[in-house]
């Protein structure tokens, strides 16, 4: 028998029960023993608020939600999937997703898998088929179309049979006929489908829709001829249908063709948490996974706010690169906190300064550093002052590295003020790899 590991989870030490960064998307639930339920979302009630009314309000309805990548999207729809709960909202686990090369046919289809999956729900819900034959003469026709409707998406297994020369008579194996999808438009069956599930307009279904997170040009023109093509069925009773995807969606997609424009509102922007919701949102991770009387902050709440400013509103990104400071941190000093300096420090380190030195030379490298390890992540400079901070080069070399920063994306224009041109670090990842605070 093998000896027992040493290695046990870093987070024990600090008295939780798991990693407070996880990145991962929150569950649509409030149960507090969920494993990440969405009373840990933090802001975002405004746009929570508008999307819900919509689909509380109106016999169906059609939002279009945007955000930049790692902004919290995914989450959001946990959020708004559990302000739904217990309004007569259907809804479904997974999205109908947008792919590259999707035809009406194949799009239609995928909504009504998901459709299938409701109602599939339904069916293992406690004693509802029982409530739906004795509340509706129709409810044999009902399941008829259920079952008809499975056989056009999946297809049917059946039982294909050859006889065999010996005394055990048959042998039999399952086929599958496929579905019926080339032969179908698909367009009744949604209909259809959002009726039956309705109840007669007792309830609402919420269907989920992601687009590509990033597209080429060619694949933004074909989403929006894909919508226009399938744009009838946004308008069938009692389906709410959420559009999600990141901020060029609204102009590539959705508004480039009138006839799809004139059935979208104006879209749900996702704008980046504060400092301050960070903060609030680390708080309520740490408070939900403690485990006993004692837990120790890998890093405090209001700093890992902080180093989330760096990222530009990536809310993903700093997740993953402050769970992954506070690990090796911790495996060199567990259950004892990290200062965001010490942080920055561990993950320059270890991954930006590699990434750094593959966009410019050593040399550069080192006299960036010199010149900006330190200072604010977000602080502006130009050639002058590089020269006054690194000592030992001239005001034209001082000048040629700005231009070999620039070009390789290390440095960005800033402003413009006389005759003095102003730069900052391209983006957080830069600004942790020199060092910067």
């Known amino acids: ?218 694949n933004m023109s074909a989403a929006a001829r894909l919508m226009s093509q399938v744009r009838d069925v946004f308008l069938a009773p009692h389906g709410h249908w959420l559009f999600v995807g990141t901020t060029e969606i609204e102009d590539g997609i959705f508004r480039v063709h009138s006839q799809v424009s004139s059935i979208i509102p104006p879209a749900t922007a996702l704008e980046a948490l504060s400092v301050e919701e960070v903060t609030d949102l680390i708080r309520r991770r740490y408070k939900h996974l403690q485990r006993g009387l004692k837990m120790v902050e890998p890093i405090q709440a209001e700093e890992a706010g902080f180093l989330f400013a760096r990222y530009l509103g990536d809310l993903r990104k700093f997740l993953t690169l402050t769970s992954e400071g506070v690990r090796q941190h911790a495996l060199r000093r567990p259950g004892e906190q990290i200062t965001m300096y010490e942080l920055i420090a561990s993950l320059a380190e270890h991954h930006f300064r590699q990434s750094l030195l593959k966009r410019v030379s050593h040399e550069d490298a080192a006299n960036m550093r010199t010149a900006l390890a330190g200072e604010r992540f977000d602080m502006e400079f130009h050639a002058a002052e590089l020269k006054r901070r690194i000592q030992t080069i001239s005001q034209p070399t001082a000048s040629a590295l700005i231009r070999r920063c620039e070009a390789a994306g290390v440095i960005a224009f800033a402003r413009k003020q006389g005759r003095s041109v102003f730069y900052r670090v391209a983006d957080g990842d830069i600004a942790v790899a020199l060092e910067m605070r």
């Not at 046919?105 to 459709?115: G, I, M, N, S, W």
């Not at 005394?167 to 367009?187: H, T």
């Open 1 to 218: 028998m093998l000896p027992p590991s040493p290695i046990a989870s870093v987070w024990t030490a600090y008295g939780l029960s798991d990693d407070p960064f996880f990145q991962m998307p929150l569950e649509p639930s409030h149960d507090p023993s969920a494993d990440r339920p969405a009373t840990l979302h933090v802001g975002r009630q405004r746009e929570l608020d508008i999307v819900a009314s919509r689909v509380l309000s109106d016999a169906n309805s059609r939002s279009l939600v945007h955000g930049a990548a790692g902004v919290g999207k995914t989450s959001f729809v946990a959020k708004l999937k559990a302000l739904l709960l217990g309004h007569h909202v259907l809804m479904h686990a997974e999205p109908v997703r947008v792919q590259e090369g999707m035809t009406p046919r194949h799009f239609l289809a995928e909504v009504l898998k998901v459709l299938l999956q409701i109602h599939a729900t339904e069916v293992a819900g406690k004693g509802w088929m029982d409530d739906m034959t004795a509340r509706f003469k129709g409810a044999k026709t009902e399941q008829e179309f259920w079952t008809r409707l499975r056989c056009i998406i999946y297809g049917e297994d059946t039982q294909g049979g050859g006889a065999s020369a010996g005394f055990l008579g048959g042998q039999y194996q399952p086929v599958r006929i496929a579905g019926e999808i080339p032969d179908m438009s698909l367009f009744d069956e949604v209909k259809h489908a959002l009726a039956f599930l309705s109840r007669g307009g007792q309830r609402r279904i919420l269907i989920h829709v992601n687009t590509l997170e990033s597209m080429a040009d060619e």
